[in-house]
């Protein structure tokens, strides 16, 4: 078959998903660029103008909402990972029940965070809250656990790690099943510790996987923001808000398109600059040493 | 000494366990007891199935349901065409450009719809597609994932196959159907339930682009359900929880291993 009749089945197999590709990722980026310096409230004006980007460095919000973006990343990441490195090294035991182990953990993962949502808000009421009725019952005073501005963004952050550990766990456990056992034989020939044999050993060989677990949680510490719509909405008075739902608060309550595009390329920023820590620099790095 | 290790680290791993499952526990606990058990644990509390009943009558779920899983069949339809038909011109075609068109696809990897969803609303209502199945479903067809998954496959299978399917005379789309995709099959099941319970889940996105009972999916009922403004009680809101996991918790306790696996197969590429 010659050259020509290849190339052109090529693009005809690619255009469904390019079309749409084009349609749903790139076309928008390009618009939502545009927005942010041609757009003000709802409309386009005819002039691009820097109005969008001269209200965002004046946002008071917005800081807090960065701020507690940083901080909701910078706690949930490494617990979570740290609970998922722990989950997978006891799922990858031979103890008994393993499976039940594994179903527990996995467990959140699956469930919508809408739903469960729903359970944990219960938790954390104040009135008839089930946290407020244990507390009690040790005599210890109640907590607004959702309504404390210094305290909302931990209860929020205490779901997420429950709700992504277990799915951190599956990385971990599908990379420490390629580890050889003659590895850890050796290591048992020269009486190593649990520990030594941690720290030399599993972990050292666990950081590529790190790697790859890093970046995609702190992505998702951007993208999820479902709780919120349940538990605290971003309040009280933006103690809990994160970026994508600030974003959304601005688009679709406060009806201003154009200050939200410009929160969206603010966030793009961030993406992108999570990409170029994947692909460049860390990946070099961190690979067996 | 390493004994005591043994056992402390034992009882901390089931102790993790049930608190990850507590929530679930509780919520079976709360929605098979009359409500003035919710926060008193009885063991002989009576039982009840009141709180389902009650539930299912406050809201559609049913409809739910049925939108829940035609969107999440449309969606995966979806992109298994299209990510097969572009994993394919990936892996095995060579064509100008290819390397340029592989990183606009990866691109989709970091920025993915909902964030965009100021400007993709925008799109969607411009095509008179706001509360549609098509509506919710069509921005996530092209999945980068699968496509990549599906390329990292289809390399792996032997050329040779290929060369002597078109020497009997298949054509393109028949050596791909009958060659490529049966190799591929435990991809696909890996990278269909992957996508099964991301869009079984997913929430942003459907509450964006849903205004009615017509396309609304489970998770989107189950915050206007929730909303304590529309005042049921915790009973009846575990119940309704309970009712919307389900269908997906029967079907991942089924297949755990297969789930468990599949995430691990994606996870690695």
Known sequence: MNNTTRQIQAWLLLLPALCLLAAFTHYPVIRTVWRSFAGSGVRMSDTLHLDNYRYLLEDEVLLQVLSNSFWYAAITVPVSIALAIAMALWVNTKLRGVGLLRLAYFTPTLLPMISVANIWLFFYSTEIGLLNNILGYFGA?????????????????????????????????????????????AAALENASRWTIFKRITFPLLMPTTLFVLVNAILNAFKLVDHLFILTKGGPNNSSNLLLYYIFENAFSFFDTAYASALTVLLLIILVFLALLQFGVLEKRVHYR | MNRILSIVSTSLAWALGILWLFPLLYAIWASIHPSEFVTRFELFAPLTLDNFREAWNQAPFLRYMINTVAITMLILGGQLILCTLAAYALARMEFKGRALVFALVLMQLMVVPEILIVENYQTLAGLKLIDTYWGVGLPYFASAFGIFLLRQTFKTVPEDLENAARVEGCSLLGTIWHIYVPLAKPTYLAFSLVSISYHWNNFLWPLVVTNTEKSRPLTVGMSIFGAPESGVDWAVISAGTLISVGPLLIVFILFQRQFVQSFMQAGIK
Do not use: C, R
Request: aromatic content about 18%.
């Open chain 1, 141 to 185: 005073d109640a907590v607004n656990w959702l309504g404390d501005p210094d305290i909302s963004l931990y209860s929020l952050m205490a779901m997420t790690i429950w709700k992504e550990a277990g799915f951190f766990m599956i990385f971990y456990l599908a990379a420490l099943q390629t580890i050889s056992p003659d590895l850890y034989h």
